[in-house]
């Protein structure tokens, strides 16, 4: 719903596949198409036995908020559990995965910045 | 807890208040202090009975995503009432406002980027 020059979404969209596991998926939630202008927010899901593998982003940070389920998060060269209410920040260049290895989903909101490519670096 | 460049937080920090009423507090998460270099996350917390007047901020977009409890949202003209999941885009120079009329807390993320100057008019 529109209301002047605000959105309000209730509830789930389209969710795409992120990796080749099949069981990882994002939705954008406010982005390009909101008109954001400077960050976007997106919301993961991470259903059991998903794996997002190692890998940094030259220039992007991510800003996260753990909403439901927990993961396995690695930075650099430590690893984490994280669940409801964790808080994340991963700068810039930080190498990362994550991993649920629980039997229900994990779902967590992922914010970045907007910009014009997207680098991605696997490690 | 920081990992390399990177850092986790689990758990509730320091509330502060941010209205007269007494009932409304922000916590930023994800700020200055933790290195953020393009915008900011901060978690809000409306008490029973919390009222934020209308404002607009003219340079400021704002991301939210609630995580608890339910809230009237004014936007614009118009109100909505927001609850666990929903999503808010409230861009710079929308007027906005918002009332806990439930017995329960309301927990809402809310982000804002960066800026040198955080400009707001009440109205």
Redesign the interface.
Known sequence: ?T??????????GKQEPVDDSGKAFMEV??GEA??????Y?RRFVLEPGARMAAHRHPDI?H?Q?V?QGRLV?G????E?V??P????????????WYENREKEPAVF?C?V?KTAEYRTEWV
């Open positions: 719903m209301f002047g020059g605000g959105l309000v979404k209730i509830g789930w939630l406010i909101e008109g954001a202008p400077h960050f927010m940070e800003e908020y909403l998060l930075l650099d060269e430590r984490i994280v669940g209410d964790s808080i994340v920040f991963i700068p810039a260049g930080t190498v990362h909101l914010l910045p």
